[in-house]
């Protein structure tokens, strides 16, 4: 299984921005689509981002784009997540994930990965 973990998390103010990393250990991340995604209280797990290891192509959720970017550090063998103009709407557990099989294009469904980190939480309130 591969193994992530993602730091970042915090309390924020409506309009603030964070940015999330997801390091990964014991294999080289750039191999393998990475999603990120969050969970509410009482909601199902959502994707938010993810980025493809076949053409490093990106995708997001109607709900972050222009306001959430995902991007890669290979040297550093993490993903982040830049996320801007921060909502209340946007707290949640977020999660960064990867998909096992190498080499495949990234999609927004949770279904399609098998490696997940412990997550860490984003409050976004006043």
């Known amino acids: 299984q591969l193994r992530l973990v993602e730091s970042g998390g915090a309390l924020v103010q409506p309009g603030g921005s964070l940015r999330l990393s997801c390091a990964a250990s014991?294999?080289?991340?750039?191999?393998?689509?990475i999603g990120w995604f969050r969970q509410a209280p009482g909601k199902e797990r959502e994707g938010v981002s993810c980025?493809?290891?076949?053409?490093?192509?990106?995708y997001y959720a109607d709900s972050v784009k222009g306001r959430f970017t995902i991007s890669r550090d290979n040297a550093k063998n993490t993903v982040y997540l830049q996320m801007n103009s921060l909502k209340p709407e946007d707290t949640a557990v977020y999660y960064c994930?990867?998909?096992?099989?190498?080499?495949?294009?990234?999609?927004?469904?949770?279904?399609?990965?098998?490696?997940w980190g412990q997550g860490t939480q984003v409050t976004v309130s006043s």
């Open positions: 994930a990867a998909d096992s099989i190498l080499f495949r294009r990234c999609v927004l469904h949770p279904s399609r990965y098998d490696s």
């Open positions: 014991g294999f080289t991340l750039d191999y393998y689509a």
């Open positions: 980025v493809s290891s076949s053409d490093g192509s990106t």
